[in-house]
């Protein structure tokens, strides 16, 4: 028989999988799935534990996917916390624990919802699992692994749910049909080293940095669009490292990060930011080295019958109308748009990474009925 949603989260809370240990979370969720009919496959790759399910027939066209990860972040001082991280506490309906909101929960709604539809109303068509332990970290074995596995494979989704937490304050309040693109740049400036009273016999590689930065800054890159807000650069860090306050340093660093919509991309953002960097250079005498990862590429999946299917289910089970949104931080959704289109649902995120995480039960509940009723309307 399949397991209620909030016992399967409370069992899967109980695995101490930080990001990249398992913990045991996959390993019960295959359980779970093979008791239902799946076919499972581990795509384990890089000391990355990942977890391929399928119900139905292999290539079908007509094939929901699901993603989502068991992984967590670290608790931080356990002795912060009021109960045990991996307790799963429930109390006067709240379930505490780490991963009960990001996202164990969402991972138990989706796989209590499959195992129950597939059981009692075998759908025409397949259901597919992309489970992954490694979102919470460097992200290169997780999704991205399922995702070879399955072009290796011959495996295929339609469309695919990601189950993170979407809703700022209320259940059903949003959903997530887009995401930002992350760019991150670790700046050098190196300059000649130099007493602090006579600058000309040193070229000061801070002025050049601070130059840099605040061209940077100053330019606004956007005025957003139709579903994204405008891009935004900020500066995160300034380190000189430099303790005397007469000796002009050789060399000064920065970071930064840019969240940019659909107008940009990776590749013309660094070609921007390599190019500011050379005017610096040319009138500092500095050289600057740039060190620069895209973690993610802006992408939409434009409202349509996707999204529409998903509100609709979401409304009928909540009584409200997500908002379609791009906002936020970057998720798997960003790898799996290259797969097949792709939109967000989950929870409520309020408590996501903090001490003491938890989620009402209720919204577990919900959140299960809401992707049981997305399954049934799809596959109608």
Not at 216 to 223: Q, T, Y
Not at 235 to 247: F, I, Q, R
């Amino acid at each position: 028989m399949p397991k209620d949603p909030v016992a399967l989260t409370a069992e899967l809370i109980r695995c101490p999988s930080v990001t990249p240990e398992e913990g045991g979370a996959l390993q019960l969720l295959e359980e779970e799935l093979t008791a239902a009919g799946f076919a499972c496959a581990r795509a384990d790759r890089g000391g990355v534990a990942n977890l391929f399910a399928r119900w139905g027939e292999k290539g079908h066209a007509r094939t929901f996917g699901f993603n989502g990860h068991t992984d967590v972040v670290p608790v931080g001082d356990r002795a912060a916390w009021s109960r045990d991280p991996f307790g799963a506490e429930i109390d006067a309906g709240i379930l505490w624990g780490r991963g009960a909101t990001d996202m164990k929960s969402g991972v138990a709604a989706f796989v209590s919802a499959a195992t129950h539809f597939v059981t009692e109303t075998p759908p025409e068509g397949a259901v597919i699992l992309a489970i992954t332990g490694d979102e919470e970290g460097p992200a290169q074995d997780g999704t991205k692994a399922l995702l070879d596995h399955m072009q290796a494979e011959g495996e295929r989704m339609s469309v695919c749910l990601v189950g993170e937490p979407t809703c700022p304050e209320e259940m059903g309040e949003m959903m997530k049909i887009g995401r930002r693109g992350s760019l991150s740049a670790w700046v050098t400036v190196k300059g000649v080293q130099g007493h602090a009273a006579y600058p000309h016999r040193a070229r000061n590689p801070c002025h050049a940095l601070v130059r840099l930065f605040d061209r940077l800054a100053g330019r606004r890159l956007d005025e957003g669009t139709d579903h994204f807000d405008a891009s935004s650069l900020q500066v995160v860090s300034l380190d000189v490292g430099n303790p005397a306050t007469n000796v002009i340093p050789a060399e000064a660093r920065g970071l930064l990060n840019i969240r940019f919509n659909d107008l940009h991309d990776g590749a013309s953002l660094t070609d921007w930011l390599t190019r500011e960097a050379a005017e610096v250079d040319r009138a500092f005498g500095t050289e600057t080295r740039l060190e620069i990862k895209v973690s993610g590429e802006a992408f939409l999946t434009p409202p349509g019958p996707l999204s529409d299917l998903v509100a609709e289910a979401v409304e009928a089970e909540t009584g409200r109308r997500p908002l379609l949104s791009t906002t936020g931080g970057t998720s798997d959704a960003r790898f799996v748009k290259d797969h097949c289109p792709v939109v967000e649902f989950g929870l409520v995120g309020k408590t996501m990474h903090q001490v003491d995480e938890h989620v009402p039960v209720a919204q577990i509940t919900q959140l299960s009925a809401v992707y049981r009723r997305i399954l049934a309307a799809y596959f109608a």
